[in-house]
T-cell receptor, first 112, second 114 residues
Framework: DAGITQSPRHKVTETGTPVTLRCHQT?????MYWYRQDPGHGLRLIHY???????DKGEVSDGYSVSRSKTEDFLLTLESATSSQTSVYFC???????????FGSGTQLSVL | GNSVTQMEGPVTLSEEAFLTINCTYT??????LFWYVQYPGEGLQLLLK?????DKGSNKGFEATYRKETTSFHLEKGSVQVSDSAVYFC?????????????FGQGTELSVKP
């Protein structure tokens, strides 16, 4: 299995608070992604990174920011959490762009 | 724009039945196509892929053929097992100058009964 660790695995927070999710990889892959999974929507891309300090927006980036200061870590921040951001968040990595993504186990986030 | 449409689930089959999960796509250019599988409580895993028209991807008894003329990539398996119960996602790959991403369908849940 690809070495991807997401933390925390579960989090409950209140509306308006900032939240940071962490993705850590041990594969030295260049590309990293954050997706959210919601019933009826499949997976939707939030942000992705194509190198250290190189990031770009996905299709549902509003309300989220990311940072990648090291190859192995990709952080997703909800600046002010809202109930609509209750979801399961998956981090993914790939060695070659848009090819064979490896996924983490996910973070279940509940915003009350 | 780019999009993927899958048949709605859940799909419920008896063991050893034939499986088809339909997937159609809209894309500019010639994307790669993928099927991912998600077992309960886990992240997604790549099941198979095809990179050009008429390519057939296969793995673990599953097959899908990249059909450019019908813009489809249907997933098939001749004889399903209980262990195939999972959610299946069709996806297409889109390249950008700096990178690329996958666009996923909404997923189709498969339940196989003994």
């Amino acid at each position: 299995d690809a070495g991807i660790t997401q933390s925390p695995r579960h989090k409950v927070t209140e509306t308006g608070t900032p939240v940071t999710l962490r993705c850590h990889q041990t594969e030295n892959h260049r590309y990293m992604y954050w997706y959210r999974q919601d019933p009826g929507h499949g997976l939707r891309l939030i942000h992705y990174s194509y190198g250290v300090k190189d990031t770009d927006k996905g299709e549902v980036s509003d309300g989220y920011s990311v940072s990648r200061s090291k190859t192995e870590d990709f952080l997703l921040t909800l600046e002010s959490a809202t109930s609509s951001q209750t979801s399961v968040y998956f981090c993914a990595i790939s060695e070659v762009r848009e090819e064979k993504l490896f996924f983490g186990s996910g973070t279940q986030l509940s915003v009350l | 724009g780019n999009s993927v449409t899958q048949m709605e689930g859940p799909v419920t089959l008896s063991e050893e039945a034939f499986l088809t999960i339909n997937c159609t796509y809209t894309a500019t250019g010639y994307p790669s196509l993928f099927w991912y599988v998600q077992y309960p409580g886990e992240g997604l895993q790549l099941l198979l892929k095809a990179t050009k028209a008429d390519d057939k991807g296969s793995n673990k008894g599953f097959e899908a053929t990249y059909r450019k003329e019908t813009t489809s990539f249907h997933l098939e398996k001749g004889s399903v097992q209980v262990s195939d119960s999972a959610v299946y996602f069709c996806a297409l790959g889109v390249l950008y100058n700096q990178g690329g991403k996958l666009i996923f369908g909404q997923g189709t849940e498969l339940s196989v009964k003994p």
